[in-house]
Nanobody, 125 residues
């Protein structure tokens, strides 16, 4: 499975950006992680196939919205009220098959089998 991410770029604090990621095959779980310089890759948001249940990290809850178009195998991340601490390389991630324990492990990198190439988001204050 190949994941192709797009979007990102340079924004000012308070602005909005939108990321998109398209998978070459149908995936059940898709999500976004991010990695800032010198830091570990961290969970941002995830969404399941059907029903579309969403998960967010505390740091983006209420500001970011993840959505998924199952027909197009595409996941999007609408990022509003951006902060300088949102600056990072954002990675799209996916898992093909449904698992029973996803709801308690959705933020684990190990759960996702496929990763995109990353797209840079820079927020200036």
């Amino acid at each position: 499975v190949q994941l192709q991410a797009s979007g990102g770029g340079l924004a000012q604090a308070g602005d909005s950006l939108r990321l998109s990621c398209t998978a070459s095959e149908r995936t059940f779980y898709m999500g976004w992680f991010r990695q800032a310089p010198g830091k570990e890759r961290e969970f941002v948001a995830a969404i399941t196939g059907s029903p579309k249940t969403t998960y967010y990290s505390d740091s983006v809850q209420g500001r970011f919205t993840i959505s998924k178009d199952n027909a197009k195998n595409t996941v999007s991340l609408q990022m509003n009220s951006l902060k300088s601490e949102d600056s990072a390389v954002y990675y799209c991630a996916a898992r093909l098959n449904r698992i029973l324990y996803y709801s308690s492990n959705y933020n684990s990198r190990a759960l996702y089998s496929y990763w995109g190439q990353g797209t840079l988001v820079t927020v200036s204050s």
